[in-house]
């Protein structure tokens, strides 16, 4: 109980990122129900290698047009930030504009993931002044969130949480059916891009803040659970939502208390809270199928 009122005191060293990490387990599943509902749950894994992928090439291209960059300057981040929203928006697009296609989807999701891990390799080899630097931010580090950092996070993240609120129904339509969304006259091309910009977005900052494992695991855990025990669309983003926030801070506590890797420590606390309701809800249904005549 120590560790845990020590976490929760205002003077917590490590407040920031404490904030951090759960603000990422809150918002990552806000948009990882969508994958769910279009079924592209791998596309999870793909996105956050994209935006790896984008940070290293943002690098790589600054060392060979401008010269060598800076480490901890402010616009080392900025430029980390704008390689890896390109990357993620557009591999989104070209994703969504080939999901029609002969192809599966999980292979081509599949073929993404590969070519994006490859590509930040290469990208950080080709760069000398690659370092351990480098590699925290292609990592996430969570633990060097700062006040500024913070707010920003903040301040983004709660524009994209305001805007899936505000249009949830349009989401939703054309997610779940897109035939239908256009018979109503919907403009499936509009919604379609701005829930890729709020996916662009919440991924770019959870890749920046927590690294593409966190990420992953946030975009996909909490919503599986959630949809096991919830019937709703809007009940299924909330708790799916508040999954995510609980974890990251039960994960956060974990690791603080038995000085564990952060990351790591939070997915697998999603990861068991998984497992854990799957197991209850296989149990449920094989009870109510005895029971039934």
Excluded: N
């Excluded at 669309?233 to 939502?241: D, E």
């Amino acid at each position: 109980m120590h560790a845990l009122f020590e976490i929760l005191s205002p003077d917590f060293l490590l407040r920031q990122a404490l904030i951090g990490s759960v603000l990422v387990g809150l918002v990552c599943p806000l948009v990882g129900v969508y994958f769910v509902l279009r079924r592209m749950i791998f596309l999870g894994v793909a996105l956050p290698q994209l935006s790896a992928a984008g940070i290293a090439c943002a690098f790589f291209a600054y060392r060979v047009l401008i010269g060598p960059h800076q480490h901890f300057e402010l616009t080392e981040r900025g430029l980390a930030m704008i390689g890896s929203f390109a990357f993620t928006l557009i591999g989104l697009l070209i994703l969504a504009a080939l999901e029609r296609h002969k192809e599966t989807v999980e292979a081509r999701i599949g073929i993404t993931y590969a070519a994006a891990a490859a590509a930040t390799i290469l990208f950080v080899a080709a760069d000398p002044s690659a370092d351990a630097h480098m590699v925290s931010l292609l990592k996430g580090d969570i633990l060097a969130t700062t006040s500024a950092s913070l707010g920003i996070l903040a301040a983004v993240f709660g524009t994209v949480v305001l805007v899936l609120l505000a249009f949830r129904k349009e989401f939703l339509l054309v997610s779940f059916d897109r035939d239908l969304a256009i018979v109503f006259s919907k403009r499936v091309r509009l919604w379609d891009s701005l829930l890729y910009l709020l996916i662009g977005v919440t991924i770019s900052l959870g890749v920046m803040t927590a690294g593409p494992l966190v990420t992953f695991g946030f975009l996909v855990v909490p919503p599986l659970t959630a949809r096991l025990i919830t019937h709703r669309m809007l009940t299924f983003s909330l708790v799916a939502a508040g999954l995510g926030a609980l974890t990251a801070f039960v994960g956060f506590y974990c690791a603080y208390r038995f000085d564990l890797p952060l990351g790591p420590a939070e997915v697998a606390v999603a990861s068991l809270v998984l497992v854990t309701v799957a197991a209850a809800d296989a149990v449920r249904r094989a009870v109510d199928t005895w029971r039934s005549p």
